[in-house]
Structure formats: C-alpha cells, structure tokens
C-alpha cells in the first residue's frame, strides 16, 4: 500500500529522537518525519507510519501501525520489537557493524581491570603503601569464550588475539570462524566454559537464549574464570548468578546488561564485591554512527530495492 505523498517515517528514541531526524537524509517530497520522544507522541504517530526508526518503542503501539511496512532498530538488539503485536508482514533490520568496535575495548578494558589489579593498587595509594608483593597477572595465555560469534563476538575475538589471549567460541551453528581457535555448538557449552578464564556473553535474547547461562553453565565454569554479559541480561539466570558470585564458585563478573533496567537499587548485585556494574553502555548506540546504516536502507526503501540486516523473526536475530 503505496500512498502518493510522502511516505512517513516515526523517528523515536527518549532522549535523542531530534539528533536521530536531524541526520535522516531522504528527499522532502519523499519522506515525512515524525519525531516522537514520548510513548504520547509516538502513539498519536504510529497510524500513519510507513516506516518506523526507533529504539525501545512501547511494544503496544504495533497493534495501532496499519500501514508499517518496514523497522529499523537504532541498534544491534531487537528483541524489544519482535513482540506479538508486531504486525506479521514488517521487515525488521538492526544495525551491525557498529557496536562491536567499542565493545572490544569495554571487554579488554575490565579485562586488564582484572589482571592489572586496579582496585588494589589504588587502594594502596589511598593508605600510602608500596606494595610490591603484589604483581599484575598477563592476559597472554589466558583463554577466552566468546558466547555468541555474530559481528561483535567476532571484533572481540579478534582483539583478544591480538592480546595473546587463546580465543574458543560457543555459537547456536558452531561454525567455525577464523577469529576463533575452537567454535563448539550451544549444547557444548559447558565444555567451552570448563576451559576459560573469560566467559564473554554476547548472546541476542530469544526463547533458546533466554536463561541459558543458568546454575548448570555456572557451575561448570572455574571457580576463578570471570563471567561478562554484555548482551542482554536475561541470558543469564541472575538469581543463579548471585548464588554463584555470594559462594565465591566464580571469580567475579563484570555485568552490564540486566534483566531488568535499570537494576533496582535493591538488586543484590549492587552490593556484591566480585561484580563490576555498569549501565548498559558497552556498546552505545549514537545518531552519529546509526544514521548511515538507516540512510543506506532508506534509499533502498524508497528505491524498491531490498534492505540490508534485515532480522530473520523466526530466529529472532
Ligand atoms: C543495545 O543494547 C543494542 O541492542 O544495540
């Protein structure tokens, strides 16, 4: 369904959606834009949307998008749009490429934070102590598992290389990669865990993910190893995680992604001395880097033409 005017395109994010339109480049007589920052604004929108650029839109605006033809997520994550309201016929597409390059530093940066020892040697400088007794540990030889081998997976196994660390994957094909020594499928997680001091989770959520880093993965992990979750924090069973970290049957972890956000402040998380926290932004989505990817597919769009990443709904990814 093909209006004559100018196609519509919503353009929502809560914080952003002005910088996000202001960097959408399309012909006026073509396009549109609708910029909504609110769940008001969007709702009053969302009828008249041929397209939607969005991150997080409220999953019950969908049932009122008649005329959606195609999602673009500000972002790599879209299990915020499969929703069943999400009317069957819409292509969805992510935006890969982008996040994996500043997650590989937030990765490798608590890393060092790990074997460098930071804390405890600015606490020593805080006490005014020279404690030389104490030395760094070497990521060289260290193994890491990557769960999860898509593009950002992929550009943290190639840095962790680079580092000297021996890198094995965990993926739902078990595909080999040439970023990874070793790929294993998900039904050999345990044994890619039982190898690591690095468990790095970068899993999208679906209904095969959700929970799958629960008691029994935990627990096949060494009890020095380190867990990151850096995808989605419903992966990780969190209650099972806290029993973990409380029994000291894991190093520690470093969290930036929870099943709830933002983590309640009386989430026991908060208070455990084995787990770095950070706000979910290892890898930040900004207008800057996300507007090419919708520029590329918008003229494909506006051209007829297929659209790129687009997101298989079936698989959920
Ligand atoms: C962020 O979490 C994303 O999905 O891009």
Redesign the pocket.
Known sequence: MRRRGPATVLVFHPDEAKAYAALVRAPRARVRLAVCATPAEAAAAVGDADVIYAWKLPPDLYARAARLTWLQAM???VDWALVPTLPPGVTVTRAPGI?GPWMREYVLGWCLWVTQHTETYRAAQRERRWREEILPDRLAGKTMAIVGLGDIGRTIAAAARALGLRVIGVSRSGRPVREAERVYRLPALARALGQADFVVVVLPLTDGTRGLLGARALAAMRPTAWLFNIGRGAVVDEAALVTALRERRIGGAVLDVFASEPLPAEHPLWGLDNVALTP?IS?P?TPAEIAPVFNDNLARWLAGRPLRHVVDRARGY
């Open positions: 972002g790599a994550g996040f979910h890898g989505s």
